[in-house]
């Protein structure tokens, strides 16, 4: 999954590892609620 931010297409894991750090659980899946 993927979205725009500051004019650039992100994934979900890199934004999070952009802001939080590496991911703990990278090979869980992802849920999309909402």
Not at 18 to 34: A, M, S, T
């Amino acid at each position: 999954m993927k979205f725009e931010r500051d004019g650039k297409e992100v994934s979900v894991a890199e934004y999070f590892r952009d802001v939080y750090g590496p991911l703990k659980y990278p090979n869980l899946p992802l849920v999309q609620v909402g």
